[in-house]
């Protein structure tokens, strides 16, 4: 039956009509992609600073369309947050998982911090990232509740495992202890002049526990490691000529 002029088709007439859209399925990730991106951005970073860096350098960088990195993070201090965090590690995040006696738990976070921390990018890196807080500071605010956040809490578990054990005081701060303990490293790795090996990190890092007045199993206080700080040629040469004229 033909419709009559001047009448339209009704809702149901139009709908039959329409054809059937089909959404493509989103691709899964490639880690490979990630890596790459990660790595571009925290290379760019730590050559060139915060402003250095844009998503448009990074995918050109890394050898990939803009829109990927916009797929992935929302904001360039998304994505430097992500690759400083994955370029240092969690090795805190990781270690209070392991089925270890206290002070065995200790000597692994030691060795694995500390390695962490000689890496030959580590100090270039921080150094940039403590850098922005004065002109950028939503990149530690993203790198703090993100990543560094995270890692505390994991480290809080142990004090909170230590302190039940008797080897820390009962009325310990564990947020106070982390900064005490952050602070002296970073001052130590910073400021103080000289290059320094893992094993030197592990070795100041003992020290620095020891001061904490941290126990090990048999309620005796860790014993002082044999770190010295590292003495200038200058000052060693001052100090041979002082002693012959004597």
Known sequence: MSRP?????????????????????????????DQAILRAAVKLFVERGFDGVTMEQVAETAGVARTTL????SSVEALIAQAIAVERGEPESEVPARQLSSSNLVDQLLNDVSHSLSSPDYLRMVARLIGTVPDHPELMSIYWENYLLPRRNAICSLIERFRAEGLIPVDANADILLDLISGAVMHHLLVRPGRRSAADIRAYLHNVIHELALKDEREEPIRKNAYRPAISKRKQARGAQDAHSR
Request: charged share 35%; hydrophobic share 20%.
């Open 5 to 33: 002029q001047g009448t339209t088709p009704d809702a149901d007439q139009i709908v039959t009509r329409q054809r059937p859209r089909f959404t493509r399925p989103d691709r899964p990730r490639s880690p490979a992609v």
């Open 70 to 73: 916009y797929r992935r993070w």
